[in-house]
T-cell receptor
Framework: QKEVEQNSGPLSVPEGAIASLNCTYS??????FFWYRQYSGKSPELIMS????GDKEDGRFTAQLNKASQYVSLLIRDSQPSDSATYLC???????????????FGQGTILTVHP | NAGVTQTPKFQVLKTGQSMTLQCAQD?????MYWYRQDPGMGLRLIYY???????DKGEVPNGYNVSRLNKREFSLRLESAAPSQTSVYFC???????????FGQGTRLTVV
């Protein structure tokens, strides 16, 4: 089992729709959870971070965390063509825990928002 | 405000050649990472360093060595490059406690 797994893509949604991206992780000791966006040929950039169970909203983005189910998701409301990118889920373990504080990424989900 | 600086941006190597990828950060972060990115594979961890003087293997360490020269710098060395090491390499550093990662601009390496 991979440490961090994302739902298979690619994902295509029409402009204005809600895009839903999902991620599961294997290390129950994980403490920090992130979503990164990566445009083609560019470096990943952080768009959301979440540390406790529940929802966290930032503009059109909502991150959801459920530690019991070891699940984290990202919702993008009112999707725009400029949201077309690869979205990477990342999980950081606690220093001293089984994952020694390292930052592990999923394989990424390619999102296309079509006009 | 430089953040994380990686050099070079592009490199072509012949099989068997060696090279070192350089990375430096000016954010006073303790933790630094080297990842490689291949199509459909996300970012795979090669090595990381939780603090100056310590390094640990990640998911794909074979064929690579690292040096944490000081708190700022973390280099990745390919001793004998192979075509399977053709990839885009990213260096990153993370904030303490919360762990947000900041990335360099990447190195596109081709081994022929």
């Amino acid at each position: 089992q991979k440490e961090v797994e994302q739902n298979s893509g690619p994902l295509s949604v029409p402009e204005g729709a809600i895009a839903s991206l999902n991620c599961t992780y294997s290390d129950r000791g994980s403490q920090s959870f992130f979503w990164y966006r990566q445009y083609s040929g560019k470096s990943p950039e952080l768009i959301m971070s979440i540390y406790s169970n529940g929802d966290k909203e930032d503009g059109r983005f909502t991150a959801q965390l459920n530690k019991a189910s070891q699940y984290v998701s990202l919702l993008i409301r009112d999707s725009q063509p400029s949201d077309s990118a690869t979205y990477l889920c990342a999980v950081k373990g606690l220093a001293g825990g089984t994952s020694y504080g390292k930052l592990t990424f999923g394989q990424g989900t390619i999102l296309t928002v079509h006009p | 405000n430089a953040g994380v600086t990686q050099t070079p941006k592009f490199q072509v190597l012949k099989t068997g050649q060696s090279m070192t990828l350089q990375c430096a950060q000016d954010m006073n972060h303790n933790s630094m990472y080297w990842y490689r990115q291949d199509p459909g594979m996300g970012l795979r961890l090669i090595y990381y360093s939780a603090s100056e003087g310590t390094t640990d293997k990640g998911e794909v360490p074979n064929g690579y060595n690292v040096s944490r020269l000081n708190k700022r710098e973390f280099s990745l060395r390919l001793e004998s490059a192979a075509p399977s090491q053709t990839s885009v390499y990213f260096c990153a550093s993370t904030r303490e406690v919360r762990g947000e990662a900041f990335f360099g601009q990447g190195t596109r390496l081709t081994v022929v």
